[in-house]
């Protein structure tokens, strides 16, 4: 049987990843900023609920413990962090491709810049939906809401999305022509 | 603007719709334009929002990890350790106690009795104070001794990401000592067998007679099999849908509501609500694009 530590490392190696996404998402796309909490989320759980969770359980520990860190990043000055984030984002070495590094960055600013839009917890509700493919009840366990919320939540983050889509399409096509 | 049903278009794209609920939306679908439209829009945010890569180089992963391993380690199970070695100490203190009392007792009373009743208590205090009897950790002394070779404490391999790699975004079970079935390398395999499956399923629904007296059971056994098949179909298309695999997640969008309506028919099914499906079937022309698929995924894992 594996020891604590080498199940924890696997379980970090799942999911580090996908919470790092998760948060860089939910931040806006601060990613140095959602590394650091991700990584923070997990040392937490490495000193205090691991092994005393149901198997299954650490998942959706992470996400809510994650989230929670992210409100308060949200609580604190936005400007800083996003002028330092900006400044190390800069300092990155250049990619190998340019032309396709452009294209994912401006796909991915496009996806930011209108999960933004969202209240938090349609946008947290809406990730977890999409990205993570948690099912609505589970979706209601990380958040602490019922389902029927998280089902009306997603619904109306996809409705407004959907709309603002709509919209900047209508501005690009008004454009070039 | 919109029509009522948009929001359960939003609860049908997740798999969060009862299979009677699932069919009339489905079936709503086919006649309104709008909700048509709702939901392309929708898969399309999804594949957006799905496709999004967490700008995360490799060495920043393997540092947390290390970072993380590194620090004084107070797991739950950690915490029980020290906990128990306190609870240990307070346990043998007071069976020391207990011990000298009984002890003292034994010396007060007269020899004879003594010797009568003398290695039932006497062997107790030794034998009791383990700090934690069913502990299996390798780091506390007694399993060391008992173990001639301890596990190495880190084994599991540190993967490095490699540059544009997207992270696989299937939920993995946590619990890593059961075993996978949905690994992605396995994933072509199952849709293969799927559309395998389907497609068997869907030729022998278009051969029932409805007239013959054998039709019941023949459509008894071809709604079992599409209930069957239903779930799979849903876990499959999500996955096609987060992997971007367009073709496939379309072929199995287009098969699920023929396998909703086949496993919500009745018991005797009436000759019109048959022909509807089985022309819905051929309108999509699904059985040969199962097939034509099944043989190149199954050409392609070859």
Redesign the interface.
């Known amino acids: ?18 919470l ?2 998760f948060l ?2 939910l931040l806006g796309g601060r ?1 140095p900023l ?2 650091d909490l ?2 923070e989320s ?2 937490q759980l ?8 149901p ?5 959706f520990w992470l996400y809510r413990v994650a989230r929670n860190m992210a409100i308060n990043e949200f609580r604190k000055s936005h400007t800083r962090y996003r002028l330092f984030d900006r400044v190390v ?1 800069a300092m990155r070495p250049a990619a ?1 491709n340019p032309e396709q590094e452009y294209e ?1 960055r401006e ?2 600013e ?3 810049e209108m ?1 933004q839009t969202l209240p938090e917890d349609q946008r947290t509700a ?2 977890l ?8 009840r589970e979706i209601g366990q990380v958040l602490n809401v019922s389902e029927s919320k998280v ?2 939540d ?2 109306r983050a ?2 407004a ?2 709309e603002r ?2 919209k900047k399409v209508r501005v690009a096509s008004a454009g070039v022509s | 603007m919109n029509c009522g049903f948009t929001e359960k278009i939003s609860s049908l794209i997740d798999g969060e719709l009862s299979a009677v609920e699932a069919r009339e939306v489905e079936r709503h679908l086919l006649s309104c334009a709008q909700c048509e439209e709702a939901r392309a829009d929708f898969l399309n945010l999804r594949s957006q929002i799905s496709g999004f890569e967490a700008s995360l180089p490799g060495e920043v992963q393997n540092r947390a990890l290390a970072k993380i391993l590194s620090k004084p380690a107070a797991s739950g199970a950690r915490h029980q350790w020290s906990w128990n070695w306190g609870y240990g100490a307070v346990a043998f203190a007071s069976i020391a106690i207990v011990a000298l009392i009984i002890g003292l007792s034994f010396y007060q009373r007269p020899p004879e009795e003594v010797a009568s009743k003398s290695p039932v208590p006497m062997a107790s205090p030794t034998a009791t104070p383990t700090p934690e009897p069913e502990s299996p950790k390798p780091e506390t002394p007694p399993s060391k001794e008992s173990q001639p070779q301890p596990k190495p404490r880190r084994t599991a391999p540190v993967r490095e990401p490699k540059p544009g790699e997207q992270f696989a975004t299937v939920p993995r079970n946590v619990q890593p000592v059961v075993p996978e079935t949905t690994r992605p390398a396995d994933t072509q395999t199952m849709t293969a067998l799927h559309f395998e499956r389907a497609e068997t399923l869907l030729r022998a629904f278009r051969n029932v007679r409805l007239n013959e007296p054998s039709a019941a059971a023949e459509v008894r056994y071809e709604r079992s099999r599409a209930k069957q098949l239903i779930y799979q179909n849903m876990m499959l298309r999500r996955e096609a849908d987060t992997s971007g695999d367009v073709q496939i997640a379309s072929l199995l969008d287009s098969l699920e509501p023929i396998l909703l309506d086949i496993a919500n028919l009745p018991d005797e099914p009436d000759n019109d609500t048959v022909r509807v499906i089985r022309e819905r079937v051929e309108r999509k022309n699904i059985v040969a694009l199962l097939q034509v698929n099944s043989t190149a995924l199954a050409r392609a894992l070859d």
């Open positions: 049987m594996a020891s604590q530590d080498d199940e924890f490392t696997m379980l970090f190696q799942d999911f580090y990843p996908s790092c996404r860089e998402c990613a959602a590394q991700a990584q997990f040392l490495h000193r205090t609920a691991w092994g005393t969770l198997p299954g359980e650490a998942r984002e190998r994912t796909r991915k496009l996806v930011l999960l809406l990730l939906r999409e990205q993570e493919q948690l099912s609505y089902k009306v997603i619904f996809r409705a999305l959907r889509w709509s």
